[in-house]
């Protein structure tokens, strides 16, 4: 019985070491595959939107934290950069423009498809909390907040595993603004837009 107490307490001696270090490779595996498997990428956009019934020029930049199976989600800021005039939009009597100031920022998400090819397909949608603001020759000033959600589908063209180019188009829909004659129909509209992605894509 000694001896077999002995060979025992000899054993296990000899098999501990071994299941720690099982254990800690599995950890360092787990935690390697985390590590490769976060990806992001930084996005910028030019683009030609509706808004005032015309063609309007806005700037965009995300970024985007991607997860297993190609579907992301961000954060976005934009901003209206083209001058658009109210004149025609609220009530003025002076002859000098009334500028309009737009700019929002929200979330986005989205998928990939085909993502391993040269290209891809894109949908994707964003809620933004949005502000315009705009202000008369004489001083007043005018300002209000609403929401605007825009759904899009995008094609991108793969130029590496760091770098993709695309286009796209999406709806802007604007709810909840009136202010002054200026409501939410004024803004809304088509968008197409011209993108540059840069990150750990794959």
């Not at 595996?29 to 976060?38: C, G, I, R, V, Y």
């Not at 609220?90 to 986005?108: F, M, R, Y």
């Not at 595993?161 to 809304?188: F, M, V």
């Amino acid at each position: 019985m000694r001896n077999l107490c002995i060979v025992v307490i000899v054993l296990w001696m000899a098999i501990c070491p071994s299941i720690g270090q099982n254990v800690a490779v599995a950890k360092t595996d787990t935690l390697s595959s985390a590590a490769h498997n976060h990806r992001y990428f930084l996005q910028a956009d030019m683009q030609i939107s509706q808004t005032l019934k015309s063609a309007a020029m806005y700037t965009t930049f995300s970024a985007c934290w991607l997860f297993p199976k190609q579907y992301y989600i961000g954060i976005l800021y934009q901003k209206l950069t083209s001058e658009e005039a109210l004149n025609k939009f609220v009530p003025n009597t002076s002859k000098d423009d009334i500028i309009l100031e737009h700019q929002n920022a929200g979330i986005k998400a989205g998928y990939i498809v085909f993502a391993n090819k040269r290209l891809s397909f894109n949908p994707e949608a964003s809620v933004n909390w949005a502000m315009v603001k705009y202000q008369y020759p004489v001083g007043a000033i005018y300002r209000y907040n609403f929401m605007v959600v825009e759904p899009s589908l995008n094609m991108l063209i793969n130029l590496h595993k760091n770098l993709a180019a695309g286009i796209g188009l999406s709806y802007r829909i604007n709810a909840g603004l009136r202010l002054n004659g200026l409501n939410s129909n004024d803004l809304n509209g088509f968008t197409g837009r011209l993108f540059i992605r840069y990150g750990k894509l794959k």
